[in-house]
T-cell receptor
């Protein structure tokens, strides 16, 4: 079935560094979503991407929808301590007889930022 | 400007008891989704509901689990005769009518079965 593979699984970086993480699949996705989850809370939607090649920013975050439709990337510039959390990519199942509401999530990239 | 609300935040049940988890969507949102998250894992889709309708329950276990979203009141996820393997965080999300893949999540209910 469709799966989303995120890498790296975890990152330990110094405050001020830039961060890159990615999400890949063997299947095509028509929409990519990036969420952040902090301990004890629900995921928060950061960026939604709808078109192959699309590059979208939200403050210090930039995400790209890969040309092949099988990958997406998230970059965080000049990291700060409050960037700590788990970043998930997600997307609706494609070629699926069910609803668009059925999102598949990756296992996440856990980010730790050292002040 | 309330977001998605879930209660309780933490729920402890003994094996064999029933668990009822509640979710109130964001104002103006008529679509509700339930997901389950195990430790160190991503979220797994369970069910998608609109008011008084189940749209997609492909992720719901066949037995003991049910969900509803009545005309009035919150959406309820019900787990009967809980077992230890049901221990997880259960998240509810909601979306505006036309854009069901942009989902906004609540804080979750952490269910512990003893």
């Amino acid at each position: 079935g469709q799966q989303l593979n995120q890498s790296p699984q975890s990152m330990f970086i110094q405050e001020g560094e830039d961060v890159s993480m990615n999400c890949t699949s063997s299947s095509i996705f028509n929409t990519w979503l990036w969420y952040k989850q902090e301990p004890g809370e629900g995921p928060v939607l950061l960026i939604a991407l709808y078109k192959a090649g699309e590059l979208t920013s939200n403050g210090r975050l930039t995400a790209q929808f890969g040309i092949t439709r099988k990958d997406s990337f998230l970059n965080i510039s000049a990291s700060i301590p409050s960037d700590v959390g788990i970043y998930f990519c997600a997307g609706p199942r494609a070629n699926y007889g069910g609803s668009q509401g059925n999102l598949i999530f990756g296992k996440g990239t856990k980010l730790s930022v050292k002040p | 400007n309330a977001g998605v609300m879930q209660n309780p935040r933490h729920l402890v049940r003994r094996r064999g008891q029933e668990a009822r988890l509640r979710c109130s969507p964001m104002k103006g949102h008529s679509h509700v989704y339930w997901y389950r998250q195990l430790p160190e894992e991503g979220l797994k889709f369970m069910v998608y509901l609109q008011k008084e309708n189940i749209i997609d329950e492909s992720g719901m276990p066949k037995e003991r689990f049910s969900a509803e979203f009545p005309k009035e009141g919150p959406s309820i996820l019900r787990i009967q005769q809980v077992v230890r393997g049901d221990s997880a965080a259960y998240f509810c999300a909601s979306s505006p009518q036309a854009v069901s893949y942009e989902q906004y999540f609540g804080p979750g209910t952490r269910l512990t079965v003893t």
